[in-house]
């Protein structure tokens, strides 16, 4: 430690006396060494090198000095304070350190624990994808129209032109509702045939019902379960989800119908997507067809390319979605409508079946179980 520096007469300052200062150095320095975290540490800095700090202080001193004696207390000063700001910086790292250490034991998350949190409900894949196909229609003006699952025959069948002894009547597709006590029950003479109610084999009574509750123009999207006797198996369910359209108004045509279902599959599967239509019958349509869009996957690139073989469509280029036509005037007149003045077009595909293509679902099944191991990678959404 050196001496009293007689050069500092005729201005001997308390402040800048070695000792002083080599004092205020080794409190900060113990201080700081003594910070046990940094709330601590930001105490010690403030006390030992902010503005009111004894360094400061006696670094603000300096200026009264003699010119011979301000190069000696500044190197002195400056000296002290780089070591406390030194020691401070350390601490400070230091402190850090231990503390992310620290919150990583602290806050670990054993992720193999079992969670008790119950997890949030979600609707099926089969109801969000039954929406998505109904929004595109109701961004063009459809309504969303709904009909009962147990259905009169005479909704289901006859208003539809599917006259009694068409094969889609028999018991093969249908199951027949009676009550108790009906032909058919137990020792009730008659067969359940003849109850005159069915589970609806499709939506088109929908098209019935909305028809003769509304005046045209009818613009309706009628989404729905429907029933048919298959058993279930990877291809078939006797539970299904139908999407079926309806329109009806002066001048409809054909070109309507065949721009309508463009615009759905371009909306559903992408640009470039379109469909086309083959020769097809439906008691209910006239014209009918079958209707199929180009695979959205190849877009037709892989038929006759055995090198690149396409699994969605199975290098067949189209896949095949559904019926479609111009509503035959009979059901038109059958819901009171003037086939003269009105026409319309219509179609409908299954749900399921469309689920199965767009996202390789290979077993139906899967789609009716309600496993949820099926479901969750589809999402939450709710
Ligand atoms: N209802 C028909 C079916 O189940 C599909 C269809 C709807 C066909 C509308 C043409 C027009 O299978």
Redesign the pocket.
Do not use: K, L, P, R
């Given at each position: 430690m050196s001496a009293p520096n007689k050069s500092y007469d005729p201005v001997e300052v308390e402040a800048l006396k070695p000792e002083v200062i080599d004092r205020a150095k080794d409190e900060a320095l113990a201080a700081v060494a003594a910070a046990g975290d940094l709330e601590a540490l930001r105490e010690v800095k403030a006390a030992h090198a902010g503005d009111r700090s004894p360094l400061a202080l006696a670094n603000r001193e300096i200026g009264a000095l003699p010119p011979h004696a301000k190069a000696d207390a500044g190197k002195r000063v400056g000296q002290a304070r780089g070591a406390v700001s030194q020691a401070l910086k350390q601490r400070q790292e230091e402190l850090e350190r231990e503390r992310d250490e620290r919150v990583l034991v602290e806050e670990a998350v054993d992720v193999t624990l079992p969670y008790d949190r119950l997890p949030a409900g979600a609707r099926h894949p089969l109801t969000t994808f039954s929406e998505r196909v109904e929004d595109v229609f109701v961004a063009m003006g459809y309504a969303v129209a709904e009909g009962p699952e147990t259905e009169a025959e005479w909704f289901n069948f006859d208003a539809l032109n599917i006259g009694p002894d068409h094969p889609a009547r028999t018991m093969q597709d249908t199951f027949f509702v009676r009550g108790p006590g009906e032909p058919g029950d137990g020792d009730a003479p008659g067969s359940a045939e003849d109850s005159g109610v069915v589970l609806r084999?499709?939506t088109?009574p929908v098209q019935i019902r909305t028809l003769l509750d509304r005046e045209p123009p009818v613009y309706v999207i009628c989404p729905g379960r429907v029933f048919r006797t298959d058993e279930l198996d990877a291809t078939h369910t006797p539970v299904f989800t139908?999407v079926?359209l309806l329109a009806v108004d002066e001048g409809l045509t054909m070109a309507d119908l065949k721009g309508t279902l463009d615009h759905m599959v371009r909306e559903l599967f992408g640009e470039g997507v379109h469909t086309r239509l083959r020769p097809n019958y439906?008691p209910?349509?006239e014209p009918?067809a079958e209707m199929d869009m180009v695979c959205y996957r190849c877009h037709g690139a892989s038929v006759g390319d055995p090198d690149n073989p396409c699994r969605t469509c199975s290098s067949e280029g189209w896949i095949e979605l559904?019926?479609?036509?111009m509503v035959n005037p009979r059901v038109l007149t059958a819901c009171g409508v003037d086939p003269e003045r009105y026409s319309g077009f219509?179609?409908?595909f299954g749900i399921e079946r469309m689920m199965m293509f767009r996202h390789n679902v290979e077993d139906m099944r899967d789609m009716v179980e309600g496993d949820v191991r099926f479901t969750r990678p589809f999402g939450m959404e709710i």
């Open positions: 084999t499709h088109s139908q079926e439906f209910f349509t009918s559904g019926g479609c036509g219509a179609f409908g």
